[in-house]
């Protein structure tokens, strides 16, 4: 993880009132590296295989704390809440529906959209579709 992003998160953290335990920064380190939406048993599962040492609790209890912070998003996929970091920057997520890969988009498309009558605060714009990779996949088969 960038140290400027790491600091931010840990700041934003702290100021939540979360300590931080070198469980949760290997936590944090893997998750804000991950490119595809996990469930919390997922995340646990393979944090597992890198000899991280938490548990589930810990798991759900820092995506809380990073969802109130602003640094994670969940999506009901298929009936399943599904979490993927979110960096501090404006942004947009493309959401591969097979392989659950997503791609963050910093190019704000709609950054200068007018509406009469209306002052826009903010917005989210959220792509689902396939990528080439599932595509490739579909064909040869």
């Known amino acids: 993880m960038q ?3 790491e600091t931010f998160i840990t700041d934003t953290l702290h100021k939540k009132g979360m300590r931080m335990t070198r469980p949760k920064k290997e936590f944090l380190d893997f998750f804000t590296s991950e490119e595809y939406l996990k469930t919390p048993q997922e995340l646990l599962e393979n944090i597992k295989q890198h000899n991280i040492n938490i ?49 963050n988009i910093f190019d704000c498309p709609v950054k200068d959209v007018k509406v009469d009558g209306f002052k826009i605060q903010s917005h989210q714009v959220d792509f689902f579709g396939i990528c080439d990779e599932c595509s490739k996949k579909e064909v040869n088969k």
Request: aromatic content about 12%; proline content about 4%; hydrophobic content about 35%.
């Open 55 to 103: 548990g589930l609790t810990t798991v759900y209890r820092m995506l809380n704390y990073l969802m109130e912070a602003g640094l994670t998003k969940a999506y009901s996929i298929n009936g399943e809440l599904r979490y993927i970091f979110c960096p501090p920057d404006h942004h947009y997520h493309m959401i591969c529906v097979k392989c659950l890969r997503v791609k």
């Open 3 to 5: 140290k400027n992003i």
